[in-house]
Structures are given as structure tokens and as C-alpha cells.
């Protein structure tokens, strides 16, 4: 049996118990929240914001513009505002300063930033399988540092106009043939488990 710290208003406060995977003990899942669970809830309130952000300010300031302009380097331009990968960054960097209960990333096996590139076996494989077999998920274990984790990568995928002309035009972009729906990059969420 395995247990999973978590900390923070949006899930329970303390150690809960799970089970070792997917279908495990329903005793031990009954216990607590299965590790699972919690990674595929983080992930739709990701990509729930992810999208709407793009969706819904990107999109505009890109057919408008006028005011505001979406831009890698935002902070030099006056009114700039920051592309979707930025503030999916922005969101990561600042959770990881209020807790350790998990993290997340935005990777990619064709990043246009090299930071975003995977680095861990566990990362290669479910950015290499999501890009394989688009629509699914993978899950894994994995030990960082001593740690062991849960850790899961889901497919990022293009869902606007302008995600695909950034990627597919910026000088630094390793491949330049994306198209709305395609599987771009991957978001890896990892949650500690201890045994």
C-alpha cells in the first residue's frame, strides 16, 4: 500500500492512503483519493484554463491587437501579455512555491524553449506514446532523487489558430507542420507517493 501527501484547499489536508495503481485495493482507495484520480482532476482544471486562456484572450488580442499584444517576449513590448505556454509556466512556478504536494510541466518532444524538452525515461515514454496514440493518456511510476512518484502525461493539443501559427512559424520550432487538433507537446503531472 501506498500513500500520497497531499496539502492545499482543492483536495484534503494531511496523508491519505492508496493503492499501489489503477485498479488496486478498494479498501486503500475507499481510504483516500486514488493517485490516478487526483492527477486527471489537476489536469482538467489545467487544460480547462490552458484553453480558455488561449481560446478566448490569445485568439482575440490576435485578430485585434490593437491594444494588447500576445508575444514571447511580452515584458519588452508595451502592452504585452504573455503566450498560453507562459502562463501554463507561470501557474507552474507558483504552485511549486506554495507546495510540494505536486508539479507540472508543459514538454514536448519538438519544444521551441530546449527547458521544455523531457528529461526523465518516464517523461520520453508518455510523450513519445500521447504523440503515438492521440486522445490517450500515460501513467507511470517513477523514483526522482530518492522520491517515488506518480507521474502522468497528457497530450497538449492544439486548439486554436494561433498555437499552431507560433509553433509552426518561430524560428527556434523544430517542426513546422502542426494543425488544429494535433497532439503538440504534453503536460506532465507528478504526484509524490510514499510506500
Known amino acids: 500500500m501506498k500513500t500520497m501527501k497531499i496539502w492545499g484547499c482543492a483536495v484534503l489536508a494531511g496523508s491519505v492512503a492508496l493503492s499501489t ?11 483516500g483519493v486514488d493517485p490516478q484520480l487526483m ?8 487544460a480547462a484554463d490552458r484553453a480558455n486562456y488561449t481560446k478566448l484572450i490569445i485568439k482575440r488580442l490576435s485578430a485585434e491587437g490593437e491594444f ?5 517576449h511580452w515584458e519588452d513590448i508595451a502592452n504585452g501579455a504573455p503566450l498560453p505556454a507562459q502562463m501554463f509556466r507561470f501557474g507552474a512556478e507558483a504552485v511549486a512555491e506554495r507546495t510540494d504536494a505536486f508539479s507540472y510541466s508543459l514538454q514536448s518532444l519538438w519544444p521551441i524553449n530546449k527547458q521544455n524538452a ?11 506514446y500521447i504523440a503515438d496514440n492521440p486522445g490517450k ?32 512559424g518561430h524560428k527556434d520550432s523544430p517542426r513546422t507542420d502542426f494543425k488544429i487538433g494535433d497532439t503538440m507537446g504534453g503536460v506532465v503531472v507528478r504526484i509524490p507517493l510514499e510506500s
Open 21 to 31: 495503481g489503477c485498479g488496486g485495493n478498494e479498501e486503500a482507495k475507499s481510504a
Open 39 to 46: 492527477a486527471d482532476s489537476l489536469f482538467a482544471v489545467m
Open 68 to 72: 494588447i499584444k500576445a508575444d514571447e
Open 118 to 128: 523531457p528529461r526523465t525515461e518516464v517523461e520520453k515514454a508518455g510523450l513519445q
Open 137 to 168: 493518456n500515460y501513467y507511470a511510476e517513477e523514483t526522482l532523487g530518492g522520491v517515488n512518484y506518480y507521474t502522468a502525461v497528457y497530450p497538449d493539443v492544439a486548439v486554436a489558430t494561433p498555437c499552431v501559427d507560433c509553433h509552426n
